[in-house]
């Protein structure tokens, strides 16, 4: 199977072209007409010779993955199923510019990406983990989930080229449709750690998707080794941690990532990272009616927020289908978040986005997956 040209850094491309005898200056040209242009058929790279073209489409893909379906919220969150390759389904949520309910505003256009397909980390009210782990993503896929979603954002909003590239848009004083990257979608990031570090390289280069290593924030379940790996990688990017439970007895019930990693541990590496990085963490707390909106529960994790410098997300549970948990009221959410403010907490209570779309992580693919098989097997 040829490699997807979108997996490689430029200085791989760079290396290529010299090997197969061609000028290093052509290297310029594919990176336009890849991350600028974002074109998908080596013919439309109108000023590299037909030679060239015809050697890379011999080497390597070209393809982004394919829109499937979208589904849009009434606040504007929209979903992206896509299709890969190989025929798997994964999920990407852009997420627009709103005023926060309570806490800090936010003007990023947000999108979530995913990083594998399935998850096996098992949190137990997550969707993408149901059908168990399938295979990590390769660094194409993870790029080319911001690139077709933008071009699909910037054909809705523009009603035009959606191909119309990242410099054309600043050329013009546009706004980009996404400027901001959380890698929350479908999977562990940190259990593909290879792949997500050369797919940012690209995200986050001038010559690749632009995308700055201050807006990119990687959210792990808590895994301890890769945490202290990233601290040591030369980029900026932010670091997100899934808490769920501010105890280990807490975080037990829902994410069997605590056996191997109790809480100790977790807060360890995460100091470690603060330190050596000088970055804030963000604790993502998803509130669970029963589970861990308990008031009494705010006093512990006011104790992790100070411990580590951290601000506290919270994030009404999406429910998901087929799942027993639910949405605490907002009068319990309300209570939760004040509990936090009068202990010093910096703290966001996150706006339901895509309430009425299949928001919760996973949920859109899961159901893709299963009518999928429903048909293989009639
Ligand atoms: S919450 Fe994240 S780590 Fe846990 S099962 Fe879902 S995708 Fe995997």
Redesign the pocket.
């Known amino acids: 199977m040829r490699e997807n040209i979108r997996s490689k850094h430029r200085l791989a491309i760079d290396d290529w072209l010299l090997r197969n005898g061609h000028p290093r200056y052509r290297c310029g040209q594919i990176l336009h007409w890849l991350y600028s242009r974002r074109v998908t058929d080596w013919e439309a790279m109108g000023n590299v010779p037909k030679a060239l073209r015809q050697a890379l489409s011999e080497e390597f893909e070209i393809c982004l993955p394919e829109l499937v379906r979208q589904q849009e919220a009434g606040d504007s969150t929209r979903k992206y199923l896509w299709r890969l390759k190989d025929g798997a389904f994964i999920e990407s949520v852009l997420i627009p510019a709103n005023p926060a309910q309570a806490g800090v505003a936010s003007d990023r256009k947000t999108l979530c990406v995913s990083t594998q397909v399935g998850?096996a980390?098992?949190?137990v009210f997550?969707a993408?983990?149901l059908d168990g782990w399938k295979r990590n993503l390769a660094p194409d896929e993870i790029v080319g989930q911001v690139l077709a979603a933008e071009t699909q954002a910037r054909e809705e909003t523009s009603g035009g080229d959606g191909a119309a590239s990242r410099s054309e848009i600043e050329r013009k004083g546009g706004e980009r449709q996404v400027d901001n990257l959380v890698f929350m979608g479908?999977?562990?990031p940190l259990a593909n750690y290879d792949n997500l570090l050369k797919a940012l390289s690209i995200l986050n280069a001038d010559w690749g998707v632009g995308i700055g290593a201050r807006r990119i924030t990687i959210s792990t379940?808590g895994l301890v080794p890769q945490i202290r790996q990233l601290a040591e990688e030369p980029a900026q990017y932010r670091l997100a941690i899934?808490l769920h439970g501010p105890t280990d007895e807490v975080r037990r019930q829902v994410m069997p990532v605590s056996k191997r990693h109790p809480l100790a541990e977790l807060m360890e590496a995460c100091e470690y990272f603060s330190q050596k990085r000088g970055k804030v963490i963000t604790l993502e707390y998803i509130l669970i009616e029963g589970v861990n909106d308990a008031v009494s529960l705010a006093d512990s994790l006011s104790k992790l927020a100070h411990q580590l410098r951290a601000k506290v997300n919270l994030i009404p549970y999406n429910m998901v289908d087929g799942l027993k948990w639910r949405r605490p009221s907002v009068e319990q959410q309300e209570q939760f978040f004040r509990a936090l403010c009068d202990r010093g907490v910096r703290v966001t209570l996150r706006r339901v986005k895509g309430h009425d779309i299949d928001a919760a992580?996973?949920q859109l693919r899961l159901k893709a997956e299963r009518r999928k098989a429903s048909e293989t097997a009639v």
């Open positions: 998850c980390y098992g949190c997550c993408s983990g479908m999977g562990e379940s899934s992580c996973g």
